[in-house]
């Protein structure tokens, strides 16, 4: 049973506009919560992060907001630049643990 | 200061044959993590390591696969004997504290494995 989901395999947005990425999770003793950025033939780079206690995390181009009545957070990428095309993976951890467990990816792709 | 660092960075081997995956975590790091990734896949959980304890193993497919972390410092995995389905990216991350700004785990690049 996948307790992390990313349900869109792939997106594509123009450069200079909003990538928006999502994933949605099934547990609530979720506490943290991080996003990883992966290059082809590269270990995963983290990005960003937000703890539960928070809905919103901000750093520079990238905001990840955290809905947990809807056990959603999404990643926002304003502006998108070529350079963002890659892999992006969330990643949760329960509270108490450090067993992170990781969505399935969403591909995206900025076009020039 | 290096970051996580893993050996082999790709492997082929047969199937039936034993191999064995080398990670080093970043200095001063307690917590690593083994990882696995197949084809397409989510990032799997494998294990946990604090120091030389294994904290969690809950992610270990079977008993073909054996980590060890003697010391307290770099990790092997040992594959013995591979099959075919254990082909994939095997990821080494570690992490340094418990709470605050040391949730964050760090990857090293992967050691590709394929088995055939």
């Known amino acids: 049973d996948q307790q992390v989901k990313q349900n869109s395999p792939s997106l594509s947005v123009q450069e200079g506009r909003i990538s928006i990425l999502n994933c949605d999770y099934t547990n609530s003793m979720f506490d943290y919560f991080l996003w990883y950025k992966k290059y082809p033939a590269e270990g995963p780079t983290f990005l960003i992060s937000i703890s539960s206690i928070k809905d919103k995390n901000e750093d520079g181009r990238f905001t990840v907001f955290l809905n947990k009545s809807a056990k959603h957070l999404s990643l926002h990428i304003v502006p998108s630049q070529p350079g963002d095309s890659a892999v992006y993976f969330c990643a949760a951890r329960g509270w108490g643990t450090y067993k992170y467990i990781f969505g399935t990816g969403t591909r995206l792709k900025v076009l020039a | 200061e290096a970051g996580v660092t893993q050996f082999p960075s790709h492997s082929v081997i047969e199937k039936g044959q034993t191999v064995t995956l080398r990670c080093d975590p970043i200095?001063?790091?307690?917590?690593l993590y083994w990882y696995r990734r197949v084809m397409g896949k989510e990032i799997k959980f494998l294990l946990h390591f604090v120091k030389e304890s294994k904290q969690d193993e809950s992610g270990m497919p079977n008993n073909r696969f054996l980590a060890e972390r003697t010391g307290g410092t770099y990790s092997t995995l040992k594959v013995q004997p591979a099959e075919l389905e254990d082909s994939g990216v095997y990821f080494c991350?570690?992490?340094?504290?418990?709470?605050?700004?040391?949730?964050?785990?760090?990857f090293g690049e992967g050691s590709w494995l394929t088995v055939v």
């Open positions: 200095s001063g790091h307690d917590n």
């Open positions: 991350a570690s992490s340094q504290v418990k709470g605050g700004a040391g949730n964050t785990i760090y």
